[in-house]
């Protein structure tokens, strides 16, 4: 078993930045990659970015020089920086851990509001 837990969403004007962290514990060692994932009222839930174990990363097309995810392995934790947000970043994001046998766990999900 995995625990995430996430920390970091608020609300922000357009054009700020917010940071999110996810911290796992747990059986931790066969988690293989990390990622950011957010799902807005009425939609479903997306890919926003993932980092493996090696550091390798891939974004959605729509967070493309924005968001930057990052990891410290050292503290299980992943982080996802995001820039210049705008109302269309609105929607709960998710810290989404994926294992080596092809298990995946969730955090409880974090809110992040944009206003106008």
């Known amino acids: 078993q995995v625990q995430l837990v996430e920390s970091g969403g608020g609300l922000v004007q357009a054009g700020g930045s917010l940071r999110l962290s996810c911290t796992a514990s747990g059986s931790i060692f066969w988690i293989v990659a990390m990622g950011w994932y957010r799902q807005a009222p009425g939609k479903q839930r997306e890919l926003v970015a993932l980092?493996?174990?090696?550091?390798?990363?891939n974004y959605a097309d729509f967070v493309k020089g924005r968001f930057t995810i990052s990891r410290d392995n050292a503290k299980n934790t992943a982080y996802l920086q995001m820039n210049d947000l705008n109302p269309e970043d609105t929607a709960v994001y998710y810290c989404n851990a994926h294992q080596q046998a092809g298990r995946d766990y969730w955090g409880q999900g974090t809110q992040v509001t944009v206003s106008s």
């Open positions: 980092i493996t174990r090696s550091g390798s990363t």
